[in-house]
């Protein structure tokens, strides 16, 4: 067991406890989202820091795409698994985005969060994954499926086997 503390460069307390490989990867990964984030990106350190294992990040559509100056929230939630395991990664709020890949309860159909995850990935690369998934949407429309999954899905959608058919969107 190691003893860790984490200073944030935004006011708040440090974080303080014993350390586990998975916490010393989510406190790298907050440090670097925090020092560099992508633009639009910010990481809500209050919430991370309440909890290493549930991070809410703050994203904005970028410039010239179809949601310019739109703003949404992502809630991650990493398992005892992580890096092994991907983390849980969903829309909240009132602001999901319409989007052929995004259905209205947040749950995003996007590989990177399933079959091809890969503990290489990072929270950063899945960022910049989901705003190039976001800024290369041609029409706002929710999946063909989207009534039907919302009614009948898991409340992780971890849980669901997604078939990747259409990445032209």
Known sequence: MYLFVVEFPTPSV????????????LQKELMSLLKEPPAGVTVDVDTAHTKLTEWVVHMEGAA??????????????????????SPEVIFVGDNIPVHP????????CLSILTEDWSPALSVQAICLSIISMLSSCKEKKRPPDNSY???TCSANPKKTKWWYHDDTV
Request: net charge positive.
């Open 101 to 108: 890949h995004i259905y209205s309860n947040g749950h995003i």
């Open 14 to 25: 440090p974080l303080r406890g014993p350390c586990l490989p998975q916490q010393k990867r």
């Open 149 to 151: 999954y919302v009614k």
């Open 64 to 85: 010239g795409t179809l949601y310019e100056g739109e703003k949404f929230q992502l809630q991650f939630k990493f398992s005892p698994k992580y890096p092994f395991d």
